[in-house]
């Protein structure tokens, strides 16, 4: 099979999820680009088994769903049961984003014995705005790593040294990094047996690197003087938060640090994502955003709720005995009012063919998606709003070069 890397490299295809680093950890490695992205760097050439998994697994060659017998929303996926609440724990429920629901449910699977560790990403000690892979075993180290995260991270790199590890993990990321870890573990039983449980959140894009710079830049913080950043700190949503060597710190609203900046960076392989939502995961979280009086996400602070998707029978048991545990307070919730205060993803999941019609017609490669259901949920966009997206994205891949040099 040829080396998927070089034409999703070409495509600009890649959602920097790091598989190429755990498939190949001898001949990739995943580094940060010119544009504030991370992406695989090739130290040799790939053999034909590593070159077949990634064609299999990587999430820019594409992504395979089968709603199993579970209830398929159009817009959100096949899913078991939606609810939403919070963590019990009063502190990290402020700390955390939203309700603390996933910091909470992570702590009942180590607390019960149900997985010996979780892999996630935290902030880079050396860099505090970017991101890396780490490996928690205890509440406090969880906790201390609770929050959002809007940078690059490519928390699949960690599975390079992991082999022959016995403990079983918990794995949280990027509705992407699950999507190729889902496929992995179909391929290879000792990722199988390594890591039972896939957690994942609504995902609106990545942000480039840069966007936390321009952050800090407004601000009018120094990179060197920072020594802590936050994306979301101090209640729901929370501020973007620069803490200064002074111990001094400085502040702007969620609305302007991701609205007004990080929104407009994200890379463009998530601009054609079929998968917002955490399709693959065994349980998602996600913000339970409050309604305004014309239906819109209101992001007035007040107390964090956290919605919580069970795709999985496996993943609904576990969110069921955190709860049972206390770790959780939950009540049931309807997907019906959820495309109103996630218009973002709504409008996404309505489009994206138009979008993907426009690359395919340009000559740029796309993903191969089958069983995300963009049929069903195209016709809920409007004639107008569609010719509005295919000719958008036609001009940008007139006007932008194919990124071949990445493939460095």
Not at 126 to 136: D, G
Request: charged share 20%; with cysteine; hydrophobic share 40%.
């Amino acid at each position: 099979m040829p080396d998927p890397i070089p034409n999703v490299l070409k495509g600009d295809l890649c959602a920097g999820c790091g598989g190429c680093a755990a498939v190949a950890p001898d001949g990739a490695q995943m580094v940060m680009s010119p544009q504030g992205y991370l992406r695989p760097r090739l130290s040799r050439t790939l053999n034909s088994h590593e070159r077949d998994t990634l064609g299999r697994i990587c999430p820019g060659v594409g992504q395979v769903c089968a709603p199993d017998g579970r209830k398929n929303d159009p817009i959100w996926g096949p899913y078991l049961t939606a609810q939403t609440g919070y963590t019990a724990d009063k502190k990290l429920r402020h700390g955390a984003a939203s309700g603390g629901a996933l910091s909470g449910f992570l702590t009942a699977l180590i607390e019960t014995g149900e997985v010996d560790a979780v892999i996630h990403v935290t902030a880079d000690p050396a860099n505090p705005l970017a991101n890396v892979t780490m490996i928690s075993t205890t509440p406090s180290q969880i906790a201390q790593a609770a929050g959002s995260r809007y940078a690059p991270s490519s928390p699949l790199d960690v599975f390079g040294g992991l082999r022959g590890d016995r403990r079983r993990f918990a794995f949280v990321g990027k509705p992407c990094d699950v999507s190729a870890l889902h496929a992995w573990r179909k391929l290879d039983p000792e990722i199988a047996h390594m890591v039972p449980v896939l957690i994942s959140f609504f995902c609106a894009g990545v942000p480039s690197l840069h966007g936390g710079r321009q952050i800090i830049d407004r601000l009018e913080v120094k990179a060197s003087d920072l020594t802590r950043f936050q994306h979301r700190a101090g209640g729901w949503p929370g501020c973007a938060t620069a803490t200064l060597k002074d111990h001094s710190q400085r502040s702007m609203s969620y609305a302007e640090s991701w609205g007004d900046i990080l929104s407009k960076t994200v890379q463009h392989r998530c601009k054609i994502c079929a998968d917002g939502s955490g399709v693959f995961a065994d349980v998602v979280f996600a913000d339970a955003w409050q309604a305004d009086a014309k239906g819109y996400p209101s992001f007035d602070d007040r107390p964090g709720q956290s919605l919580v998707l069970c795709r999985t029978a496996k993943g609904q048991a576990m969110v069921d005995t955190a709860q049972s545990s206390g770790h959780l307070s939950l009540a049931p919730y309807s997907l019906d009012t959820l495309a109103a205060v996630q218009p973002g993803q709504t409008r996404r999941r309505r489009v994206l063919l138009a979008r993907l019609a426009a690359l395919k017609l340009a000559g740029r490669p796309i993903p191969r998606y089958r069983g995300m259901g963009l049929f069903s949920v195209a016709r809920r966009a409007s004639p107008l709003e569609m010719l509005r997206n295919f000719a958008g994205m036609l001009r940008r891949c007139l006007r932008r070069k194919p990124q071949g040099e990445r493939t460095c």
